[in-house]
Nanobody, 125 residues
Framework: QVQLVESGGGLVPAGASLRLSCAASERTFIVYNMGWFRQNPGKEREFVAT????????YYADAVKGRFTISRDNAKNTVYLQMNSLKPEDTAVYYC??????????????????WGQGTQVTVSS
């Protein structure tokens, strides 16, 4: 059982940057593709970005492409989401997730096996 803990959320003005982190509890972290999703109340969980186990392949939702960057440090069992040029519509609870499946890119939440508790990102206009 992999435990994931997100951090780095907060309240920022539009145009600012934030970096989210997601720390995994297991050394087997390296075998997982990792993803970030976001969700607002009453809405479906939305795919944001994913990175493969080695870190050499990434994929982004159109809404964040060019502004967000996903990366990972397997030595630290951690995946990151660098968010630049934030917009009010980026406001959501952000979740990281781990997948031991082979599907690529994993853009559907059902493809992921483990989830963090989420961290709130609020962007003011």
């Amino acid at each position: 059982q992999v435990q994931l803990v997100e951090s780095g959320g907060g309240l920022v003005p539009a145009g600012a940057s934030l970096r989210l982190s997601c720390a995994a509890s297991e050394r087997t972290f390296i075998v997982y593709n990792m993803g970030w999703f976001r969700q607002n109340p009453g809405k479906e969980r939305e795919f944001v970005a994913t990175i493969n186990w080695s870190g050499d392949s990434t994929y982004y939702a159109d809404a964040v492409k060019g502004r967000f960057t996903i990366s990972r440090d397997n030595a630290k069992n951690t995946v990151y989401l660098q968010m630049n040029s934030l917009k009010p519509e980026d406001t959501a609870v952000y979740y990281c997730a781990a997948s031991y499946g082979s599907s690529w890119p994993g853009r559907v939440f059902s493809e992921y096996n483990y989830w963090g508790q989420g961290t709130q990102v609020t962007v003011s206009s």
